[in-house]
């Protein structure tokens, strides 16, 4: 890989996973963007909190929900030729940790189901740049936890142990997910992290990837930029029924509309009464869960690198 530009221009995709400090990386970046122009590289923001959120972003999300994803994907090809005209930049770092789908779909069970049809359309809609991929993957014992608070806020309702058995329907593993990404990308262009890294040595771990394409890039300390903290608890818990209460009076369709604000003026308050660690897994399922994700970190080349 190069940071400087060819032929072509190109993308630099940072695809989460989702719950490894994805929002934080993107308010990081979002605060960096001169050193990453400086460094001739154009960063679309993603501080979905702050409401500043790049159209590309919405195009990409709605290739996947909409009706007419064609119409979508096309107006993504016409953003991206406008941030790189506009800018004069040679390359694109795009952060969103939902562009391979969610590890959790009601429709399928399995850990990322849907992955490798996103990554398809990825390839389809990056295929005449060059593409760089950062991946940060992280230990089934902490995501799975971490990423069921995310689920409940997003409206799930079931437990725990209920969600954990559909999401490790068959083999648990990222192997899958990052093969697909080097199969559509080259393998060479394709670069795995563990989040672990990134808690315990941020700025080694920052300059190891983003530091990669700009230098210049000051240290980044994860707590200045810590956005989405944990909920648990009976908060949780509270969380989970009033889901499964506002899913049996509302239409699918007005849910859409209502959940947010009910994540805005009734869990975020009752948020700030919460122990704010995640619901713990029973000690023999999160000894496996460890055992399977070593077995992961051996494959992808990662048992060196925390």
Known sequence: MTTTPGDR?????????????????????????????????VYPERMIQHGKVDMLHTHLVQMRTRSKPEAAFAAARARLNTLFEESGAHSLLLSNESLLGEPYHADKAGFFPHHAKWVAELKRLFGDYDVDVIYFTRSFESFLPSYYVQYVRKGGALTLKDFCAHVRHG???????????????GDENVRIFDHAALKDKPADTIRATFGWYAPALPDFNAIEYNQNPSVGGGVLAAYRLLNRLFSSIAPHAR??????KMRKYLFAPL?????????????????????????DRAALGLENKR
């Open 9 to 41: 221009r190109r993308i630099i995709l940072h695809l989460g996973a989702p719950k490894t400090g994805s929002t934080s990386l993107q308010y990081y970046l979002a605060e960096n963007t001169g050193a990453l122009e400086r460094a001739g590289i």
């Open 171 to 185: 083999d648990i593993s990222w192997c899958p997910l990052v093969a697909s990404l080097k199969v559509a990308f």
């Open 255 to 260: 849910q859409r509309h209502l959940r947010p």
């Open 271 to 295: 948020a700030g009464f919460s122990n704010k660690q995640p619901p713990k897994l029973p000690a023999a399922e999160a000894a496996e869960l460890r055992a399977l994700f070593e077995q």
